[in-house]
Protein backbone atom coordinates (compact mmCIF):
# COMPACT_ATOMS: atom_id res chain seq x y z
CA UNK A 1 0.00 0.00 0.00
CA UNK A 2 1.54 3.61 -1.05
CA UNK A 3 1.66 5.89 1.17
CA UNK A 4 -1.45 8.16 -1.00
CA UNK A 5 -2.38 11.08 1.61
CA UNK A 6 1.78 11.94 1.62
CA UNK A 7 2.12 11.48 -2.05
CA UNK A 8 -0.78 13.86 -2.84
CA UNK A 9 0.20 16.60 -0.73
CA UNK A 10 4.29 16.14 -1.50
CA UNK A 11 2.96 16.48 -5.33
CA UNK A 12 0.43 17.75 -6.46
CA UNK A 13 1.46 18.50 -10.34
CA UNK A 14 1.27 14.99 -10.69
CA UNK A 15 2.85 11.63 -10.39
CA UNK A 16 3.35 7.89 -12.06
CA UNK A 17 3.93 5.95 -8.64
CA UNK A 18 3.61 1.91 -8.26
CA UNK A 19 4.28 -0.40 -5.27
CA UNK A 20 6.77 -3.04 -6.38
CA UNK A 21 8.28 -6.03 -4.49
CA UNK A 22 9.01 -6.26 -1.08
CA UNK A 23 7.19 -3.36 -0.04
CA UNK A 24 9.23 -0.52 -2.32
CA UNK A 25 7.66 1.90 -4.32
CA UNK A 26 9.39 3.59 -7.17
CA UNK A 27 8.36 6.26 -10.41
CA UNK A 28 8.38 9.74 -10.96
CA UNK A 29 6.59 12.50 -10.20
CA UNK A 30 6.64 16.35 -11.00
CA UNK A 31 7.49 19.29 -8.35
CA UNK A 32 8.28 22.89 -8.83
CA UNK A 33 7.76 22.39 -12.64
CA UNK A 34 10.43 19.41 -12.72
CA UNK A 35 10.92 15.88 -13.08
CA UNK A 36 11.67 13.93 -9.97
CA UNK A 37 12.37 10.34 -9.19
CA UNK A 38 10.93 8.99 -6.33
CA UNK A 39 12.04 5.92 -4.57
CA UNK A 40 10.41 4.31 -1.11
CA UNK A 41 9.96 1.53 1.15
CA UNK A 42 6.01 1.14 3.01
CA UNK A 43 4.24 -0.43 5.72
CA UNK A 44 6.91 0.04 8.01
CA UNK A 45 8.74 -2.98 6.68
CA UNK A 46 12.22 -4.41 8.04
CA UNK A 47 14.84 -3.56 5.72
CA UNK A 48 16.04 -7.05 4.00
CA UNK A 49 18.69 -7.89 1.49
CA UNK A 50 15.91 -8.60 -0.88
CA UNK A 51 14.64 -4.62 -0.44
CA UNK A 52 17.73 -3.15 -0.15
CA UNK A 53 19.13 -4.34 -3.34
CA UNK A 54 15.92 -3.44 -5.49
CA UNK A 55 16.28 -0.24 -3.56
CA UNK A 56 19.90 0.30 -4.59
CA UNK A 57 19.42 -0.83 -8.09
CA UNK A 58 16.55 1.86 -9.02
CA UNK A 59 18.97 4.45 -7.43
CA UNK A 60 22.09 2.97 -10.23
CA UNK A 61 19.44 2.79 -12.90
CA UNK A 62 18.70 6.14 -12.72
CA UNK A 63 22.38 7.49 -12.22
CA UNK A 64 23.32 5.35 -15.40
CA UNK A 65 20.39 7.37 -17.22
CA UNK A 66 22.83 10.89 -16.59
CA UNK A 67 18.99 12.35 -16.14
CA UNK A 68 20.63 14.40 -13.27
CA UNK A 69 17.23 14.24 -11.64
CA UNK A 70 16.53 15.12 -8.12
CA UNK A 71 15.40 11.48 -5.79
CA UNK A 72 13.22 11.57 -2.96
CA UNK A 73 13.29 8.66 -0.94
CA UNK A 74 9.85 7.95 1.04
CA UNK A 75 10.93 5.79 3.91
CA UNK A 76 8.67 4.23 6.32
CA UNK A 77 10.84 0.84 7.88
CA UNK A 78 10.82 -0.16 10.88
CA UNK A 79 14.76 -1.39 11.24
CA UNK A 80 16.89 -4.21 9.24
CA UNK A 81 15.90 -7.58 9.53
CA UNK A 82 17.61 -9.35 11.89
CA UNK A 83 17.12 -12.87 11.22
CA UNK A 84 19.78 -15.45 11.03
CA UNK A 85 19.10 -15.98 7.16
CA UNK A 86 19.62 -12.56 6.38
CA UNK A 87 22.96 -12.08 8.50
CA UNK A 88 24.19 -15.17 6.98
CA UNK A 89 23.38 -13.51 3.39
CA UNK A 90 25.87 -10.50 4.54
CA UNK A 91 22.82 -8.38 5.13
CA UNK A 92 25.40 -5.33 6.25
CA UNK A 93 26.70 -5.50 2.99
CA UNK A 94 23.74 -5.23 1.04
CA UNK A 95 22.83 -2.20 3.61
CA UNK A 96 26.04 -0.64 2.85
CA UNK A 97 25.45 -1.07 -1.24
CA UNK A 98 22.28 1.02 -0.52
CA UNK A 99 23.80 3.78 1.11
CA UNK A 100 26.97 3.86 -1.05
CA UNK A 101 24.57 4.01 -4.14
CA UNK A 102 22.38 6.73 -2.57
CA UNK A 103 25.56 8.41 -1.62
CA UNK A 104 26.79 7.76 -5.26
CA UNK A 105 23.72 9.67 -6.46
CA UNK A 106 24.18 12.72 -4.44
CA UNK A 107 27.99 12.54 -5.96
CA UNK A 108 26.88 12.35 -9.44
CA UNK A 109 24.42 15.16 -9.49
CA UNK A 110 21.48 13.87 -8.12
CA UNK A 111 19.61 15.90 -5.31
CA UNK A 112 18.69 13.35 -2.70
CA UNK A 113 16.18 14.04 -0.20
CA UNK A 114 14.48 11.53 2.29
CA UNK A 115 11.03 12.20 3.49
CA UNK A 116 10.43 10.15 6.65
CA UNK A 117 6.56 9.37 7.51
CA UNK A 118 6.96 6.50 9.74
CA UNK A 119 9.55 4.22 11.59
CA UNK A 120 13.02 3.81 10.57
CA UNK A 121 15.78 2.80 12.95
CA UNK A 122 19.35 1.36 13.16
CA UNK A 123 20.93 -0.23 10.17
CA UNK A 124 17.89 0.68 8.43
CA UNK A 125 17.61 4.48 9.19
CA UNK A 126 21.26 4.73 8.28
CA UNK A 127 20.81 3.23 4.85
CA UNK A 128 18.33 5.14 3.65
CA UNK A 129 17.25 8.57 5.07
CA UNK A 130 20.78 9.26 6.67
CA UNK A 131 22.46 8.42 3.62
CA UNK A 132 20.77 11.07 1.77
CA UNK A 133 21.71 15.02 1.48
CA UNK A 134 18.72 16.40 3.31
CA UNK A 135 16.35 14.32 5.63
CA UNK A 136 12.78 15.95 6.04
CA UNK A 137 10.52 14.52 8.69
CA UNK A 138 6.87 14.56 8.68
CA UNK A 139 3.76 13.82 10.77
CA UNK A 140 4.28 10.23 12.43
CA UNK A 141 7.94 10.49 11.48
CA UNK A 142 10.01 8.23 14.80
CA UNK A 143 13.73 7.86 13.95
CA UNK A 144 16.28 5.86 15.83
CA UNK A 145 19.70 4.82 15.08
CA UNK A 146 19.37 2.66 18.58
CA UNK A 147 16.43 3.06 21.36
CA UNK A 148 17.65 3.50 25.00
CA UNK A 149 16.98 -0.15 25.86
CA UNK A 150 19.51 -1.04 23.17
CA UNK A 151 21.99 1.41 24.23
CA UNK A 152 21.79 0.33 27.76
CA UNK A 153 22.69 -3.44 26.53
CA UNK A 154 25.44 -2.25 24.77
CA UNK A 155 26.88 0.21 27.47
CA UNK A 156 25.93 -1.74 30.32
CA UNK A 157 24.43 1.98 32.00
CA UNK A 158 21.34 1.79 33.86
CA UNK A 159 18.08 2.91 31.65
CA UNK A 160 17.39 5.47 34.20
CA UNK A 161 20.71 6.92 34.05
CA UNK A 162 20.44 6.75 29.89
CA UNK A 163 16.79 8.28 30.60
CA UNK A 164 17.98 11.10 32.12
CA UNK A 165 21.23 11.70 29.99
CA UNK A 166 19.03 12.00 26.93
CA UNK A 167 17.17 14.75 28.47
CA UNK A 168 20.33 16.85 28.02
CA UNK A 169 22.03 15.00 25.03
CA UNK A 170 20.11 14.20 21.94
CA UNK A 171 22.61 11.84 20.66
CA UNK A 172 21.05 9.21 23.49
CA UNK A 173 17.72 9.98 22.71
CA UNK A 174 15.15 8.70 19.87
CA UNK A 175 12.81 10.58 18.24
CA UNK A 176 12.60 13.65 15.33
CA UNK A 177 13.82 16.63 17.75
CA UNK A 178 16.43 15.06 19.30
CA UNK A 179 17.72 14.49 15.83
CA UNK A 180 17.19 17.47 14.53
CA UNK A 181 18.88 19.20 17.43
CA UNK A 182 21.93 17.11 15.97
CA UNK A 183 21.34 18.37 12.67
CA UNK A 184 20.05 14.51 11.26
CA UNK A 185 16.67 15.74 10.55
CA UNK A 186 17.02 19.14 8.56
CA UNK A 187 13.29 20.09 8.60
CA UNK A 188 10.08 19.21 10.43
CA UNK A 189 6.98 19.73 8.49
CA UNK A 190 3.28 19.44 8.93
CA UNK A 191 1.20 17.81 6.59
CA UNK A 192 -1.97 19.60 7.23
CA UNK A 193 -0.05 23.20 6.89
CA UNK A 194 -0.54 23.17 3.05
CA UNK A 195 3.04 24.64 2.61
CA UNK A 196 4.90 21.03 1.68
CA UNK A 197 5.11 21.09 -1.47
CA UNK A 198 6.31 24.68 -1.85
CA UNK A 199 8.77 23.52 0.60
CA UNK A 200 9.95 20.09 -1.00
CA UNK A 201 10.46 22.21 -4.72
CA UNK A 202 12.57 24.99 -2.88
CA UNK A 203 14.61 22.19 -1.09
CA UNK A 204 14.69 20.34 -4.91
CA UNK A 205 15.51 23.61 -6.22
CA UNK A 206 18.81 23.73 -3.73
CA UNK A 207 22.45 22.25 -4.99
CA UNK A 208 23.95 21.56 -2.00
CA UNK A 209 28.17 21.40 -2.38
CA UNK A 210 28.39 17.13 -2.75
CA UNK A 211 31.02 16.02 -1.20
CA UNK A 212 30.46 18.36 2.00
CA UNK A 213 28.30 17.40 5.09
CA UNK A 214 26.83 20.22 6.85
CA UNK A 215 24.84 18.69 9.45
CA UNK A 216 27.94 18.93 12.06
CA UNK A 217 27.41 22.57 11.21
CA UNK A 218 23.73 22.56 11.58
CA UNK A 219 24.24 20.52 15.05
CA UNK A 220 26.30 22.41 16.39
CA UNK A 221 24.24 26.09 15.92
CA UNK A 222 21.18 23.94 17.07
CA UNK A 223 23.10 22.65 19.86
CA UNK A 224 22.45 19.68 19.95
CA UNK A 225 26.49 18.72 18.70
CA UNK A 226 28.28 20.54 20.71
CA UNK A 227 31.86 19.39 20.10
CA UNK A 228 31.46 17.05 16.40
CA UNK A 229 31.89 20.60 14.34
CA UNK A 230 35.16 21.61 16.37
CA UNK A 231 36.39 18.04 16.04
CA UNK A 232 36.03 17.70 12.08
CA UNK A 233 37.90 21.18 12.08
CA UNK A 234 40.99 19.71 13.85
CA UNK A 235 41.11 16.69 11.39
CA UNK A 236 40.93 18.46 8.23
CA UNK A 237 43.78 20.85 9.63
CA UNK A 238 45.75 18.17 10.80
CA UNK A 239 45.37 16.65 7.33
CA UNK A 240 46.09 19.97 5.59
CA UNK A 241 49.18 20.39 7.65
CA UNK A 242 50.60 16.97 6.84
CA UNK A 243 49.63 17.74 3.28
CA UNK A 244 52.04 20.71 3.05
CA UNK A 245 54.73 18.90 5.13
CA UNK A 246 55.00 16.15 2.73
CA UNK A 247 54.89 18.10 -0.16
CA UNK A 248 57.81 20.47 1.19
CA UNK A 249 59.84 17.72 2.00
Known sequence: MMPDNLISVLFPEGHSLSSGAENTLSGQARSGGKDVEVLGINNGAPLGPETAIILAGHVLEIIKSNSKAPIVFLINTASQRMTRRDEMLGLNEYLAHLAKSITLAGASGHRTISVLYGTAAAGAFIATALATQTMIAVDGAHPSVMDLP???????????????KAKETPVFAPGVEPLA?????????????????ERLSVLLADEPVSDIDTRDVLGASRGGRK???????????????????????
Open 150 to 164: SIARVTKLPLDVLAE
Open 181 to 197: ATGAVTEIWKLSDGQCA
Open 227 to 249: VALEIAKRVEDAFLHISVSEKAG
